[in-house]
Each structure stands twice: as C-alpha cells, then as structure tokens.
C-alpha cells in the first residue's frame, strides 16, 4: 500500500526540472545526430540507426533479459560468418559481431554474478576439461618459452592461448544464461531448426553459386571484411553457408543432427508424436542435404564414428536411427547421385581413397597421409611439450608449415604428449560425464549446448 501511495504523490519542483533537463539533452542530441547526418553521414543510414536505438529503447523490457542475450549469441555463432564480419565502428582491430557479443555477456554475467542480483554462479559440467584444455596450452608455450624469445615469436603463440581462453568462456557463458528446462527446449529447437535452413540455403549455393551469409551486409549494420570463400570439388562450388570453411560447415550439421533425435523424443513442440517425428527427420533431412553440399569427406567420417560409438553405447538406439537414416540415405542417393558418390561412394574404394591422401607432395594443402612422415620426424625432435601452441603458421607470408587437416595432429606438434591430454580431455569428458552419472534431459540438453560451443570453436580455429 506504501508504495501505491508513494507513486501517486506530485513530483518535487527539483524532480521536474531534473526530468525536463534529461529530455532537453536528449533532444540535443537526437538534433545534433540528425544534422550530422545531413551534413557527414548517409541521412538514410542514420535514419534507419536512430529507428533502431528508438525500437530498442521502446522494447527494452524484453531485449535487455538474459535469456534474449542467449539467444542473440547464438544467433550470431549460427548465422554470421566468422572472419567475414564486423561492425561498422574504426577502433583498430575489426569487430566481429560474435567478439562483442562475448565481450559484452562476459562483462555482464560478473557484474551481475558479484552484485548477486538477478544471477546466481551455476558451475559448468566439466569445466575442468576446458581448464585441462588452456593449462597444457599454456604449459606447452613455458617449456618453449627461452626458444620463442630468442626467436621473437612470443606474442603470437600467447596471443593464441588467450583467444581461445576467451572464445572457450562461451561454455561458461551458456551454462550461466540456461536458467530452466524451457528455455534449455526453447534454444535446442531454434538451434536444430536454424540448423535445417543453413542447410538448405548450402543447397542453394551449391548449386545457384549465391551464398546469402555474405548478404547479410544488405540489411544489417555489418562491414563485409572479405568475400573469398570458394572452393570447387564434384563439379561444383562447395558450399561455405554460415562457416568459415565446408569442413566446419560439415562438422556443425554433425553437432546438430543428435540434438534433432533428441528432439524427436524429449521436445515438447509439436504435441502430436508423429509430426513432431516428421518435423525433426526434415530437419535432419535439410542438414544432410548441407553436409553434402560441403562435399566433406570429414562430416562423413564423423558421423561414421559417431554411430559407431552409439551402436557401442546404446545398440537399440543406433539400430533404430539405421532404419530412419537407411531410406534417406537412399533417396539423396537417387536424386543427387554425383554429389553422393563425391562424399559417401568415395569411401568405397579403398585404393583410390588412400591413394587420394597422397595427393600434391610438397604443396600446401598436401595429402593428409602424405603429412604423417614430416610431422612424425617433427614430434621426435620435440616430443613432450611440442613447439609450442600457436607457432605453426600455415598461411601468409609468415608460413613456415604445412597444412594439417588434423586437428589431433596438430595438437601433437604444437604442444607434445602434453597436448594430447588436453584433446582427450576435451574429446572424452562429455561421453564419461553422460554416461557415468545418467543425467535427465535437461542436463543431457546442457551437456550438448557446452560441447556444442566447445567444439564449435575447436573446429573454427582449426581452419587456416
């Protein structure tokens, strides 16, 4: 009753004045902004920027929640391609979208967390792997660190550790942001759905040579920083979508397909069994469709291996996602038989399949077997702490290695036996933790988001 009294009483003379001061600059300031354009700027540019703030500052309410910034983060790891953005602001460095977006989550989740006021610390599932993960890193780079300064190639390698340390606090990030069991069902079907159309516009460009994540530029406030993306293999374009490269392309149709079989039992959305069913089988179906327009031989072998530990784990659920994926399998099959005999026929023959990893000896890019003799006489030089992560550079002037489409590979050069804790650290601990403490849904659905992030950023990376 108090604070209904309080709300009807007249404001102070002091109040008023105050309030009237605020709106006086406030419209300075839209003035000041509105010549600037006229006389400096775009005047339609501005117009649509001030249209903006305005809608941002009416929905405020519902755009500055955490659940929104959740989704927006995730929204911009799906949509916008990394290393192809940033905003329109000169500050020296580009800033890409998804570099603000942390920047910005991170600042708020401590403020927020140390203040106690809407967020409470929530810890994440294994956040001890991804601390496994940066120790080695870093440990790698201390047992080279005399080498790196006499060479002076210091700051890069731990300019590299710490990127990564910032770009792994996504996991961190998540974990604070997923506060229910709706909003956890909520962001794993606009993943799986955004998912399905990434793999339909791959398709498009496959075949139509028109990637619309370099478009975005049109209708947002986005600097395009470069528009190289193209490679050919099958007679065609490889399609890039949303990623840095067709082999991350790939690989995220791979993350994302187990969260739509998930989906088909534990979704709410939709209620009826067998369209929700259908529902999610398109979405596989759409993701497929992109995994093939990557023409990847790598998400092939991923999901490959990712059966093959299902039918060790859970056999009746493998069987079961064999007799869904058997006649999709054979329809893409049917209607697109050159770009599957490009992915999935390749593996057929062994012969040629081998013979193809021994392809450009000597060239960048050279095959992944071909590889294996240089980088194995490489690893005996320095076996236990590797050269240090970071300091093979495989592209630019600066180059002075090869390229290693192996990503386990590379951790053995760059950081030794040391590395490879690390990778089987992060490799392993999410098998160990579902399947060591059987975890509901919710927390099966968290475990993925954080690998989701983890892997994401493993796989960016891992592309020169």
């Given at each position: 009753m108090a604070v209904e009294v309080a709300s009807l009483t007249p404001m102070s003379r002091r109040d008023r004045l105050l309030r009237g001061g605020?709106?006086?600059?406030?419209?300075?300031?839209?003035?000041?902004?509105?010549?600037?354009?006229?006389?400096?700027?775009?005047?339609?540019?501005?117009?649509?920027?001030?249209?903006?703030?305005?809608?941002?500052?009416?929905?405020?309410?519902?755009?500055?929640?955490?659940?929104?910034?959740?989704?927006?983060?995730?929204?911009?790891?799906?949509?916008?391609?990394?290393?192809?953005?940033?905003?329109?602001?000169?500050?020296?460095?580009?800033?890409?979208?998804?570099?603000?977006?942390?920047?910005?989550?991170?600042?708020?989740?401590?403020?927020?967390?140390m203040t106690g006021r809407s967020l409470t610390w929530r810890p994440v599932v294994w956040g001890w792997s991804i601390a496994i993960f940066l120790w080695t890193m870093f440990a790698s780079l201390m047992f080279n660190a005399v080498t790196l300064t006499e060479a002076g190639a210091v700051i890069g390698p731990l300019g590299n550790v710490v990127q990564l340390g910032f770009l792994l606090s996504t996991a961190v990030i998540v974990r604070q942001l997923l506060r229910s069991e709706r909003v956890v069902m909520i962001l794993l079907n606009f993943m799986v759905i955004?998912?399905?159309?990434?793999?339909?516009?791959?398709?498009?460009?496959?075949?139509?040579?028109?990637?619309v994540f370099l478009q975005l530029?049109?209708?947002?406030?986005?600097?395009?920083?470069?528009?190289?993306?193209?490679?050919?293999?099958?007679?065609?374009?490889?399609?890039?979508?949303?990623?840095?490269?067709?082999i991350a392309l790939s690989v995220v149709f791979c993350m994302l397909i187990p969260l739509a079989i998930y989906l088909m039992r534990h979704s709410p959305w939709p209620r009826?069994?067998?369209?929700?069913?259908?529902?999610?089988?398109?979405?596989?179906?759409?993701?497929?469709?992109?995994?093939?327009?990557?023409?990847?031989?790598?998400?092939?072998?991923?999901?490959?291996?990712?059966?093959?530990?299902?039918?060790?784990?859970?056999?009746?659920?493998?069987?079961?996602?064999?007799?869904?994926?058997?006649?999709?399998v054979t329809l893409v099959g049917l209607v697109l038989p050159r770009l599957f005999e490009s992915t999935v026929g390749s593996f057929l023959d062994i012969d040629a399949l081998i013979a193809s990893q021994f392809t450009s000896i000597g060239f960048a890019g050279q095959g992944r077997l071909a590889d294996l003799p240089e980088a194995f006489a490489d690893f005996r030089v320095n076996p236990w702490a590797g050269t240090g992560v970071g300091t093979r550079v495989v592209v630019g002037d600066a180059?002075?290695?090869?390229?290693?489409?192996?990503?386990?590979?590379?951790?053995?050069?760059?950081?030794?036996?040391?590395?490879?804790?690390?990778?089987?650290?992060?490799e392993f601990a999410p098998a160990i933790r579902i399947n060591a403490v059987a975890p509901g849904p919710v927390e099966t659905a968290m475990v993925s988001l954080e690998h989701m992030s983890e892997e994401w950023i493993a796989k960016e990376l891992a592309i020169p």
């Open positions: 605020v709106d006086v600059l406030i419209a300075l300031a839209i003035g000041a902004v509105v010549i600037a354009a006229v006389l400096l700027a775009d005047p339609l540019m501005v117009g649509g920027a001030l249209v903006a703030a305005a809608a941002t500052f009416l929905l405020r309410k519902w755009i500055f929640t955490w659940t929104t910034m959740l989704f927006l983060l995730t929204a911009v790891i799906l949509f916008v391609p990394i290393r192809r953005y940033a905003l329109p602001i000169d500050v020296g460095p580009a800033l890409e979208p998804y570099r603000v977006m942390i920047v910005a989550l991170i600042v708020a989740i401590a403020v927020a967390v955004g998912g399905a159309a990434i793999g339909c516009f791959a398709f498009i460009e496959r075949y139509f040579g028109v990637n530029q049109r209708f947002l406030p986005l600097v395009l920083l470069r528009d190289d993306a193209e490679s050919l293999r099958a007679g065609g374009l490889r399609a890039y979508a949303s990623a840095q490269h067709p009826v069994s067998l369209t929700r069913r259908l529902l999610y089988i398109a979405c596989i179906g759409a993701m497929g469709v992109g995994l093939l327009s990557a023409v990847s031989r790598t998400g092939v072998v991923v999901l490959g291996v990712m059966f093959l530990v299902t039918l060790l784990l859970r056999p009746r659920v493998a069987l079961v996602l064999a007799a869904i994926a058997l006649p999709i180059a002075n290695a090869q390229i290693l489409d192996n990503q386990w590979l590379g951790s053995l050069l760059e950081a030794g036996v040391i590395g490879m804790t690390k990778a089987l650290a992060r």
